[in-house]
Protein backbone atom coordinates (compact mmCIF):
# COMPACT_ATOMS: atom_id res chain seq x y z
CA UNK A 1 0.00 0.00 0.00
CA UNK A 2 1.14 3.29 -0.97
CA UNK A 3 1.83 6.40 2.07
CA UNK A 4 0.52 9.70 0.92
CA UNK A 5 2.93 12.90 1.48
CA UNK A 6 0.10 13.84 3.87
CA UNK A 7 0.20 10.32 5.83
CA UNK A 8 3.88 10.85 6.31
CA UNK A 9 3.39 13.98 7.51
CA UNK A 10 0.80 12.62 10.30
CA UNK A 11 3.00 9.73 11.78
CA UNK A 12 6.25 12.18 11.79
CA UNK A 13 4.24 14.12 13.90
CA UNK A 14 2.66 11.68 16.20
CA UNK A 15 6.21 9.68 16.43
CA UNK A 16 7.12 12.10 19.00
CA UNK A 17 4.14 12.37 21.56
CA UNK A 18 4.27 8.27 20.84
CA UNK A 19 7.78 8.03 21.92
CA UNK A 20 7.04 10.43 24.92
CA UNK A 21 4.01 8.31 26.04
CA UNK A 22 6.02 5.10 25.65
CA UNK A 23 8.80 6.16 27.80
CA UNK A 24 6.43 7.42 30.27
CA UNK A 25 4.45 4.51 30.14
CA UNK A 26 7.36 2.21 31.28
CA UNK A 27 8.65 4.60 33.62
CA UNK A 28 5.07 4.79 35.56
CA UNK A 29 5.36 0.56 35.30
CA UNK A 30 8.58 0.43 36.49
CA UNK A 31 7.55 2.90 39.61
CA UNK A 32 4.31 0.40 40.20
CA UNK A 33 7.01 -2.88 39.73
CA UNK A 34 9.12 -1.81 42.34
CA UNK A 35 6.52 -0.13 44.57
CA UNK A 36 4.80 -3.91 44.49
CA UNK A 37 7.73 -5.75 46.02
CA UNK A 38 7.69 -6.48 49.40
CA UNK A 39 10.74 -7.82 51.25
CA UNK A 40 10.51 -10.91 52.54
CA UNK A 41 12.13 -11.89 56.22
CA UNK A 42 11.38 -14.79 58.84
CA UNK A 43 9.08 -14.36 61.14
CA UNK A 44 12.23 -14.10 63.82
CA UNK A 45 14.49 -12.18 63.01
CA UNK A 46 18.13 -13.58 62.00
CA UNK A 47 20.71 -13.20 64.13
CA UNK A 48 23.76 -11.37 63.39
CA UNK A 49 25.60 -11.02 66.85
CA UNK A 50 27.77 -14.08 65.81
CA UNK A 51 29.80 -16.10 68.20
CA UNK A 52 32.97 -15.59 66.44
CA UNK A 53 36.26 -17.79 66.23
CA UNK A 54 38.37 -17.14 69.71
CA UNK A 55 41.44 -16.35 67.43
CA UNK A 56 40.39 -13.61 66.63
CA UNK A 57 38.18 -12.06 69.55
CA UNK A 58 41.19 -9.82 70.86
CA UNK A 59 42.00 -8.23 67.54
CA UNK A 60 38.26 -7.76 67.22
CA UNK A 61 38.44 -6.09 70.26
CA UNK A 62 41.16 -3.84 69.44
CA UNK A 63 39.80 -2.42 66.36
CA UNK A 64 35.99 -2.38 66.25
CA UNK A 65 34.71 1.08 65.32
CA UNK A 66 31.01 0.56 66.79
CA UNK A 67 30.09 3.08 68.58
CA UNK A 68 28.40 2.35 72.01
CA UNK A 69 25.19 4.51 70.53
CA UNK A 70 25.08 1.79 67.97
CA UNK A 71 25.37 -1.30 68.82
CA UNK A 72 24.84 -3.93 66.44
CA UNK A 73 21.54 -5.45 67.25
CA UNK A 74 19.14 -8.08 65.15
CA UNK A 75 16.24 -5.81 64.26
CA UNK A 76 18.33 -3.06 63.64
CA UNK A 77 20.68 -4.81 61.00
CA UNK A 78 17.41 -6.53 59.06
CA UNK A 79 16.00 -3.55 58.57
CA UNK A 80 19.81 -2.26 57.49
CA UNK A 81 19.35 -5.11 55.20
CA UNK A 82 15.90 -4.40 54.21
CA UNK A 83 17.34 -0.49 53.41
CA UNK A 84 20.61 -1.52 51.37
CA UNK A 85 18.36 -3.82 48.73
CA UNK A 86 16.19 -1.63 48.43
CA UNK A 87 15.91 0.67 45.05
CA UNK A 88 13.50 3.62 46.57
CA UNK A 89 16.47 4.58 47.91
CA UNK A 90 17.17 6.24 44.62
CA UNK A 91 15.59 8.50 42.06
CA UNK A 92 14.02 6.56 39.22
CA UNK A 93 14.38 3.06 42.02
CA UNK A 94 16.63 1.77 39.62
CA UNK A 95 19.79 1.65 42.24
CA UNK A 96 20.58 -0.07 45.78
CA UNK A 97 23.53 0.24 47.86
CA UNK A 98 23.65 -3.12 46.66
CA UNK A 99 24.19 -2.21 43.24
CA UNK A 100 27.69 -0.72 43.72
CA UNK A 101 28.70 -3.47 46.68
CA UNK A 102 27.50 -6.62 45.14
CA UNK A 103 26.93 -10.25 47.43
CA UNK A 104 28.72 -12.14 44.73
CA UNK A 105 31.52 -10.13 44.19
CA UNK A 106 32.07 -9.61 47.92
CA UNK A 107 30.20 -6.45 48.24
CA UNK A 108 32.26 -4.46 45.72
CA UNK A 109 31.63 -3.80 42.19
CA UNK A 110 32.94 -5.89 39.49
CA UNK A 111 33.48 -2.78 37.44
CA UNK A 112 36.14 -0.38 37.80
CA UNK A 113 33.84 2.55 38.44
CA UNK A 114 29.86 2.26 39.21
CA UNK A 115 26.98 3.21 37.52
CA UNK A 116 24.77 5.53 39.15
CA UNK A 117 20.91 5.89 38.41
CA UNK A 118 20.96 7.53 35.28
CA UNK A 119 24.11 5.32 34.02
CA UNK A 120 26.69 7.84 34.97
CA UNK A 121 30.06 6.73 36.18
CA UNK A 122 30.91 7.23 39.49
CA UNK A 123 34.67 9.15 40.27
CA UNK A 124 36.41 5.87 42.22
CA UNK A 125 35.90 2.50 42.12
CA UNK A 126 33.69 1.20 44.96
CA UNK A 127 35.21 -0.46 48.19
CA UNK A 128 34.47 -3.81 49.44
CA UNK A 129 32.54 -3.23 52.38
CA UNK A 130 34.06 -6.61 54.27
CA UNK A 131 35.14 -6.08 57.57
CA UNK A 132 35.08 -2.24 57.38
CA UNK A 133 33.58 -2.56 61.00
CA UNK A 134 37.01 -2.88 62.10
CA UNK A 135 38.88 -0.36 60.05
CA UNK A 136 40.14 1.63 63.70
CA UNK A 137 39.66 4.84 63.02
CA UNK A 138 36.37 4.56 61.82
CA UNK A 139 36.76 6.91 58.58
CA UNK A 140 35.09 5.91 55.45
CA UNK A 141 36.17 6.15 51.66
CA UNK A 142 38.78 6.06 49.57
CA UNK A 143 40.19 9.54 50.92
CA UNK A 144 38.79 8.97 54.16
CA UNK A 145 36.04 12.24 54.09
CA UNK A 146 33.83 10.69 56.28
CA UNK A 147 34.30 10.17 60.31
CA UNK A 148 32.11 7.72 60.35
CA UNK A 149 30.48 4.68 58.79
CA UNK A 150 27.01 6.44 60.51
CA UNK A 151 27.68 9.06 58.51
CA UNK A 152 29.25 7.80 55.13
CA UNK A 153 26.08 5.05 54.88
CA UNK A 154 23.95 8.56 53.81
CA UNK A 155 26.41 9.96 51.23
CA UNK A 156 25.90 7.66 48.28
CA UNK A 157 22.19 8.35 48.19
CA UNK A 158 22.89 11.65 48.01
CA UNK A 159 25.25 11.91 45.20
CA UNK A 160 24.14 13.06 42.58
CA UNK A 161 25.53 10.59 39.79
CA UNK A 162 25.31 7.08 42.43
CA UNK A 163 21.36 7.40 43.43
CA UNK A 164 20.36 11.42 43.32
CA UNK A 165 17.80 11.81 46.35
CA UNK A 166 17.82 14.54 49.26
CA UNK A 167 17.57 13.78 52.78
CA UNK A 168 14.02 14.93 52.66
CA UNK A 169 12.95 13.20 49.85
CA UNK A 170 14.95 10.04 50.68
CA UNK A 171 12.10 9.96 54.18
CA UNK A 172 9.60 10.99 52.39
CA UNK A 173 9.70 7.91 50.13
CA UNK A 174 10.61 5.44 52.72
CA UNK A 175 7.68 7.03 54.78
CA UNK A 176 5.10 5.70 51.92
CA UNK A 177 6.40 2.20 51.76
CA UNK A 178 4.15 -0.19 53.80
CA UNK A 179 6.75 -2.54 55.10
CA UNK A 180 9.08 -0.22 56.96
CA UNK A 181 6.77 0.90 59.77
CA UNK A 182 6.94 -2.35 61.65
CA UNK A 183 10.61 -2.55 61.00
CA UNK A 184 11.41 0.45 62.05
CA UNK A 185 9.09 -0.47 65.03
CA UNK A 186 11.20 -3.74 66.12
CA UNK A 187 14.88 -1.75 65.41
CA UNK A 188 13.83 1.26 67.74
CA UNK A 189 10.79 1.24 69.66
CA UNK A 190 8.60 3.52 67.78
CA UNK A 191 7.26 3.64 63.68
CA UNK A 192 8.71 7.30 63.31
CA UNK A 193 11.15 7.02 60.57
CA UNK A 194 13.91 10.12 60.49
CA UNK A 195 17.72 9.94 58.99
CA UNK A 196 19.31 9.31 61.69
CA UNK A 197 17.83 5.45 61.90
CA UNK A 198 18.35 5.16 58.48
CA UNK A 199 22.32 5.82 58.93
CA UNK A 200 21.89 3.70 62.44
CA UNK A 201 20.39 0.57 60.40
CA UNK A 202 22.58 0.52 57.25
CA UNK A 203 25.76 1.26 59.64
CA UNK A 204 24.80 -1.93 61.75
CA UNK A 205 23.84 -4.05 58.73
CA UNK A 206 27.52 -2.74 56.97
CA UNK A 207 29.31 -4.02 60.20
CA UNK A 208 28.30 -7.05 60.33
CA UNK A 209 29.33 -8.21 57.45
CA UNK A 210 32.50 -10.03 58.59
CA UNK A 211 33.95 -12.94 56.97
CA UNK A 212 35.22 -15.57 59.32
CA UNK A 213 34.76 -19.60 57.03
CA UNK A 214 37.66 -19.17 55.02
CA UNK A 215 40.40 -21.84 54.98
CA UNK A 216 42.93 -19.48 56.64
CA UNK A 217 40.24 -19.54 59.52
CA UNK A 218 40.35 -23.07 59.76
CA UNK A 219 44.04 -23.32 59.48
CA UNK A 220 44.17 -20.90 62.37
CA UNK A 221 41.69 -22.94 64.51
CA UNK A 222 43.84 -25.98 63.74
CA UNK A 223 41.14 -27.61 61.55
CA UNK A 224 43.09 -27.86 58.65
CA UNK A 225 46.53 -26.83 57.19
CA UNK A 226 48.07 -25.14 54.31
CA UNK A 227 49.64 -26.56 51.47
CA UNK A 228 53.28 -25.97 50.94
CA UNK A 229 52.30 -23.43 47.94
CA UNK A 230 49.87 -21.27 50.70
CA UNK A 231 52.11 -21.85 53.53
CA UNK A 232 55.71 -20.31 51.66
CA UNK A 233 53.05 -17.49 50.56
CA UNK A 234 52.21 -16.61 54.13
CA UNK A 235 55.74 -16.24 55.01
CA UNK A 236 55.72 -14.09 52.16
CA UNK A 237 52.92 -12.14 52.79
CA UNK A 238 54.16 -11.58 56.54
CA UNK A 239 57.94 -11.19 56.23
CA UNK A 240 58.82 -10.14 52.58
CA UNK A 241 60.19 -6.54 52.48
CA UNK A 242 60.48 -6.45 56.00
CA UNK A 243 59.62 -3.75 57.55
CA UNK A 244 57.28 -3.11 55.24
CA UNK A 245 55.66 -6.60 54.57
CA UNK A 246 52.21 -6.61 53.17
CA UNK A 247 50.98 -7.61 56.61
CA UNK A 248 51.77 -3.86 58.00
CA UNK A 249 49.12 -2.60 55.93
CA UNK A 250 46.91 -5.53 55.80
CA UNK A 251 47.48 -6.95 59.37
CA UNK A 252 46.65 -10.47 59.95
CA UNK A 253 43.63 -12.49 61.24
CA UNK A 254 41.04 -9.07 59.92
CA UNK A 255 43.99 -8.20 57.30
CA UNK A 256 42.99 -4.34 57.33
CA UNK A 257 44.71 -1.66 58.98
CA UNK A 258 43.61 1.75 59.41
CA UNK A 259 47.26 3.20 58.80
CA UNK A 260 47.20 4.42 55.14
CA UNK A 261 51.33 4.13 54.17
CA UNK A 262 52.60 6.10 51.19
CA UNK A 263 55.13 3.65 50.03
CA UNK A 264 51.85 1.31 49.13
CA UNK A 265 49.71 4.02 47.54
CA UNK A 266 48.99 3.80 43.60
CA UNK A 267 50.27 6.60 42.42
CA UNK A 268 47.85 9.07 40.84
CA UNK A 269 48.50 12.63 39.19
CA UNK A 270 44.83 13.19 39.26
CA UNK A 271 43.49 11.45 42.22
CA UNK A 272 45.62 12.91 45.48
CA UNK A 273 43.51 10.59 47.23
CA UNK A 274 43.62 11.78 51.58
CA UNK A 275 44.15 15.47 52.01
CA UNK A 276 46.09 15.50 48.70
CA UNK A 277 48.84 13.45 50.10
CA UNK A 278 48.41 10.10 48.20
CA UNK A 279 47.60 7.98 50.36
CA UNK A 280 43.98 6.00 50.55
CA UNK A 281 42.43 4.34 52.51
CA UNK A 282 43.04 0.58 53.26
CA UNK A 283 40.35 -2.06 52.33
CA UNK A 284 40.71 -5.67 54.05
CA UNK A 285 42.21 -8.25 51.77
CA UNK A 286 39.47 -11.06 52.95
CA UNK A 287 38.06 -12.48 49.61
CA UNK A 288 40.62 -10.14 48.01
CA UNK A 289 40.47 -12.76 44.88
CA UNK A 290 36.78 -12.59 44.20
CA UNK A 291 36.28 -8.89 43.93
CA UNK A 292 38.67 -7.40 41.47
CA UNK A 293 39.18 -4.60 40.02
CA UNK A 294 41.71 -3.12 42.45
CA UNK A 295 43.09 -0.11 44.15
CA UNK A 296 40.99 3.32 44.11
CA UNK A 297 40.16 3.68 40.25
CA UNK A 298 40.24 0.42 39.44
CA UNK A 299 43.14 0.35 36.94
CA UNK A 300 44.50 -2.93 38.32
CA UNK A 301 42.55 -6.20 36.92
CA UNK A 302 43.94 -9.00 38.40
CA UNK A 303 46.05 -10.14 41.24
CA UNK A 304 48.51 -11.23 39.27
CA UNK A 305 49.02 -7.92 37.33
CA UNK A 306 49.46 -6.28 40.95
CA UNK A 307 52.28 -8.92 41.72
CA UNK A 308 53.50 -8.28 38.60
CA UNK A 309 53.20 -4.01 38.18
CA UNK A 310 55.15 -1.27 38.79
CA UNK A 311 53.07 -0.39 41.84
CA UNK A 312 55.11 0.89 44.74
CA UNK A 313 55.47 -2.40 47.12
CA UNK A 314 53.08 -4.62 45.58
CA UNK A 315 55.74 -6.11 42.59
CA UNK A 316 57.12 -9.45 43.93
CA UNK A 317 59.66 -11.65 42.33
CA UNK A 318 58.52 -13.75 39.64
CA UNK A 319 59.19 -17.17 42.07
CA UNK A 320 57.33 -15.62 44.36
CA UNK A 321 54.14 -14.90 42.63
CA UNK A 322 52.44 -18.36 42.55
CA UNK A 323 52.90 -18.85 46.04
CA UNK A 324 51.51 -15.48 47.63
CA UNK A 325 48.25 -16.12 44.83
CA UNK A 326 47.78 -19.12 46.45
CA UNK A 327 47.83 -17.69 50.17
CA UNK A 328 45.60 -15.28 48.95
CA UNK A 329 42.95 -17.71 47.83
CA UNK A 330 42.76 -19.17 51.38
CA UNK A 331 41.23 -16.09 52.68
CA UNK A 332 38.04 -16.54 50.35
CA UNK A 333 34.94 -16.61 52.82
CA UNK A 334 32.36 -18.45 50.07
CA UNK A 335 29.88 -18.38 52.51
CA UNK A 336 29.18 -14.76 52.09
CA UNK A 337 27.67 -15.63 48.70
CA UNK A 338 24.87 -17.29 50.31
CA UNK A 339 24.35 -16.52 53.88
CA UNK A 340 21.00 -15.25 54.52
CA UNK A 341 21.93 -12.43 56.87
CA UNK A 342 23.48 -10.86 53.74
CA UNK A 343 20.75 -11.68 50.86
CA UNK A 344 18.80 -9.38 48.96
CA UNK A 345 15.44 -9.91 50.90
CA UNK A 346 13.53 -8.59 47.73
CA UNK A 347 14.34 -11.48 45.76
Request: hydrophobic residues 35%.
Amino acid sequence: MKISKTQLVVIALCLPFLFTYCSKSAEIASTIVAAEKQPVLPATALNYNISYPAYLQVAMTQNDNTPATNPITNDGATLGRVLFYDKHLSQNNTISCASCHKEETSFNDNLAFSLGFAGGSTTRSSMPLLNVRFYKSGKMFWDERSLTLEDQVLQPIQNHVEMGLTITEMLSKISALNYYPLLFQKAFGGTAIDSQKISRALAQFVRSIVPYQSKYDLVKQGFTTFTPEEQQGETLFLNAGAPATCASCHKPPLFVNSDPRPTFGLLDPIDRGINNTGNFKVGTLRNIATNPPYFHNGSVPSLQAMFTSNIPAHRVAPQDVQNLLAFMQTLTDNSIFTEPRFSDPFK
